[in-house]
Nanobody
Framework: QVQLVESGGGSVQAGGSLRLSCAAA????????MGWFRQASGKEREGVAL????????VYADSVKGRFTISQDKARNTLYLQMNSLKSEDTGIYYC????????????????WGQGTQVTVSS
């Protein structure tokens, strides 16, 4: 049974940094796509960053390019999201997701989801 568990969320002032982690149990980081999505209050969930675990290729939403970095540690079966220069609009619940053979932004392609971790950025 696949289980994704996020951690690392919290409250930070604008301009600060956080690193999110997603520990994956029962899931192999090999030739599939994993990603981070977020949902702000009253808004739809949106993709933030994706990584193809086979060769490590990454793609980012325009709103986070140059500020966020997605990475993986295959030995620890853990996905990370380093978030720098945080803005108030980055506030939301951040979810780790996994599943598709190729990377897509649409959340319907992801079969596995974590429970989410709250990130709050105050200005």
């Amino acid at each position: 049974q696949v289980q994704l568990v996020e951690s690392g969320g919290g409250s930070v002032q604008a301009g600060g940094s956080l690193r999110l982690s997603c520990a994956a149990a029962g899931y192999t980081f090999s030739g599939n796509c994993m990603g981070w999505f977020r949902q702000a209050s009253g808004k739809e969930r949106e993709g933030v960053a994706l990584i193809y675990t086979g060769v490590g290729g990454t793609v980012y939403a325009d709103s986070v390019k140059g500020r966020f970095t997605i990475s993986q540690d295959k030995a620890r079966n853990t996905l990370y999201l380093q978030m720098n220069s945080l803005k108030s609009e980055d506030t939301g619940i951040y979810y780790c997701a996994a599943g598709p053979r190729y990377c897509y932004w649409g959340e319907r392609y992801y079969a596995y989801w974590g429970q989410g971790t709250q990130v709050t950025v105050s200005s």
